[in-house]
């Protein structure tokens, strides 16, 4: 059974930073890629962020480029997205995305996430 657990949310002032992990099991994840979708109220899903299988390739949603870095740790089955100087607009569900493609983009996934809330006061 695949897994995809999301975890490090919460409350932040704004300009501050916060790191999302998302762990993986049931499935060699590390052979694909992963990626990071968001979700306002009111609002659809969007993409944040995608990450290759070995990491040499990222992609970034124009409103978080130069504020938030994808990374993975493949020995570890982990993901992780670092926002840094967050805003008030990146209050968000932030779900884990699961590949079985190395595509690096704005892509449906196949496997997501239960979710982790971000709330950025101003």
């Known amino acids: 059974q695949v897994q995809l657990v999301e975890s490090g949310g919460g409350l932040v002032q704004a300009g501050g930073s916060l790191r999302l992990s998302c762990a993986a099991s049931?499935?060699?994840?590390?052979?694909?890629?992963m990626g990071w979708f968001r979700q306002a109220p009111g609002k659809e899903r969007e993409f944040v962020a995608a990450?290759?299988?070995?990491?040499?390739?990222?992609s970034y949603a124009d409103s978080v480029k130069g504020r938030f870095t994808i990374s993975r740790d493949n020995a570890q089955n982990t993901m992780y997205l670092q926002m840094n100087n967050l805003k008030p607009e990146d209050t968000a569900a932030y779900y884990c995305?699961?590949?079985?493609?190395?595509?690096?983009?704005?892509?449906?996934?196949?496997?997501w996430g239960q979710g982790t809330q971000v709330t950025v006061s101003s």
């Open positions: 049931g499935r060699t994840f590390s052979r694909y890629a």
């Open positions: 990450i290759s299988w070995n990491g040499g390739s990222t």
């Open positions: 995305a699961g590949y079985i493609t190395n595509y690096v983009g704005d892509r449906t996934p196949n496997y």
